[in-house]
């Protein structure tokens, strides 16, 4: 998938598993304000980035996923 | 109104109710079938009750893992029967092997067997001795390949974990030690039945005020300003309390929380995907009187070293564990046997439309065949089984799912994955603040992996009532 298809598909689902509007979304947002993110929702976003790309964030590089720009990254670059 | 509401009366939701009503909040479990336990409780059958989920519980003795917890929930008083000093047996290809309590004799025992890799069982002896939460991110069938170089070895310390679900690219180190590590310390038998356990909780609970309703199914949980306020049975009676915790899978507890504004898609969809483990197929054998002398240990037989892959190619059945049950009237024979074996759910799925008695001729002579497996596999141990039987109950995955709710008969609840430890394991606490986890699914499974979150379940109540 290429990061403008990766950028898409991610945004949407996100907007409707965790029930906010797409257009909060941007690539400099802060994903924990923006997704109303605590320390147990957390884990639903890692559960949905595995579920949809294979690619399973390790609890180490969690810290350094703090914007969607950061987190469309580490998708390209981990994808199967 | 209720401090605390519990949906589902199993081991974990018994022992919370017991817990907290110990500690003087108003309890109110509310159990969806006939009678509670769970997994623990008992069925009666021709005068003689037979266990769900109970055979054999470690560390009991003082000092050891499970004897704080149990003396706090008064079950240490219950007739607790110590097994013989080598507790459980192992049979695998014809040799026979043998577990000692104490982590000294166990490692002597089998390091007389394996001269050559004592070293290698003292060292893995260490590591169960010391299991940390990191240890949920090792793979434990890894850890034991570079453990033991003897491939027989291997499938020898693994061998009486069939009381987990086995499975070499998921099982984590820390649910591995886990089932391991209590029995090494001692193992113990209940004298009698397992309901005994159930009772026991019931009436502390009952004791201190509180109540545990049966034909009470909860059906939906109702929200109100970020908390859950009120629980709704299918009779229609709806309760209401200061927290709710939910010991029913939680996948079901899911549904529970649909009109819940708080629980989004997103926490819904990563419990419902979540894999379950495998379930067990198990024949109660009812042993005609005086035809078998009872044993104090367990024998788990493998037809060849294939320990951890097993499961998945089990038909016809290529392994068992016998447990025995303590006779009651000071026989020094005994009436009751328990063959068990691991069943996964695609064995099950010609009748997974069917419910409770009605399943048909075919899935009768499924599982008598698979019964008269399991007694052939058991006579390695015990010659002649077959003809001492008097009579055989079998319960399959299936059971488990239409009789304890448990989704695709799990038999350990939810599968932990050592890949994924944040996904697989859960915390007790949800986005809800008044809302908590315990049960077999969220940590670890078993009498001990229960009883252990029952007791972080209640610390979070207890630090919150405390809190205000």
């Known amino acids: ?80 | 109104m209720n401090d605390v509401l519990i949906i589902g009366s199993g081991l974990g939701g018994l022992e919370c109710g017991a817990l907290l009503a110990k500690r003087g909040l108003k309890v109110l479990v509310l159990e969806g079938s006939n009678q509670p336990g769970g997994c623990m409780q008992s069925f009666r059958r021709g005068g003689l009750h037979y266990d769900t989920g109970l055979h054999y519980v470690g560390g009991l003795a003082p000092g050891q893992t499970m004897h704080n917890a149990f003396a706090e929930l008064g079950l240490l008083d219950l007739p607790w029967q110590r097994m013989d000093e080598d507790f459980d047996h192992v049979i695998i290809g014809g040799r026979h092997f043998a577990f000692h309590q104490g982590y000294d004799a166990f490692v002597e025992g089998l390091g007389k067997d394996f001269p050559h890799q004592r070293e290698a069982l003292q060292s893995y002896a260490n590591r169960l001795r010391n299991i940390t939460f990191a240890d949920m991110d090792v793979c434990a069938y890894d850890y034991l390949s570079q453990t033991f170089t003897d491939e027989l070895l291997l499938n020898v310390v693994s061998a009486a974990a069939m009381k987990t679900e086995l499975r070499r690219e998921t099982l984590p180190l820390f649910n591995f030690a886990h089932t391991c590590s209590s029995y090494i310390e001692s193992s113990w038998r209940l004298k009698g039945h397992g309901n005994q356990l159930v009772n026991k909780l019931v009436g502390t609970i009952e004791e201190a005020g509180g109540k545990v309703l049966t034909h009470s199914k909860v059906v939906s949980l109702t929200e109100k300003e970020g908390r859950i306020e009120s629980a709704t049975c299918a009779n229609g009676h709806v309760y209401e309390a200061e927290f709710f915790i939910s010991d029913i899978h939680p996948a079901t507890l899911c549904t529970l929380l649909e009109g819940c504004p708080s629980v989004r898609k997103a926490f819904r969809r990563r419990m419902t995907m979540a894999e379950n483990t495998c379930g067990m197929f198990t024949a109660q054998l009812c042993i005609k009187r005086g035809a078998l002398r009872y044993f104090a240990h367990n024998v788990f037989i493998y037809d060849k070293p294939n320990v951890w892959t097993m499961t998945e190619e089990n038909n016809p059945v290529k392994g068992v564990m016998i447990s025995a049950r303590v006779p009651e009237d000071g026989s020094d024979c005994l009436r009751q046997l328990d063959l068990l074996t691991p069943m996964p759910w695609h064995e099950c799925s010609a009748w997974t439309q069917t419910t409770v008695g009605r399943r048909g001729e075919d899935y009768k002579k499924f599982c008598q065949r698979k019964a008269e497996q399991c007694i052939a596999m058991a006579e390695q141990y015990i010659p002649g089984l077959h003809e001492m039987v008097e009579q055989c109950y079998t319960s399959t995955p299936l059971t488990y799912r239409d009789y304890l709710g448990s989704p695709e008969g799990g038999a350990f609840g939810m599968r932990k994955d050592c890949r994924a430890s944040l996904l697989s394991f859960h915390s007790v606490s949800t986005t809800l603040p008044n809302l908590l986890l315990t049960g077999q699914s969220i940590m670890l499974p078993g009498i001990e992996g229960v009883t252990m979150t029952a007791f972080e379940t209640c610390s979070k109540i207890t630090q919150d009532k405390a809190r205000h």
Do not use: W
């Open chain 1, 1 to 80: 998938m290429t990061r403008e298809e990766i950028i898409a598909e991610i945004n949407a689902e996100l907007a409707e598993e965790f029930e906010i509007d797409e257009s909060a979304i941007t690539p400099d947002a802060p994903i924990y304000q923006t997704l109303e993110l605590d320390s147990l929702s957390l884990v639903d976003l890692i559960g949905i980035v595995q579920t949809k790309y294979g690619v399973l964030i390790s609890k180490a590089e969690l810290p350094n996923i703090k914007t969607f720009a950061q987190l469309y990254d580490y998708i390209e670059q981990h994808q199967k």
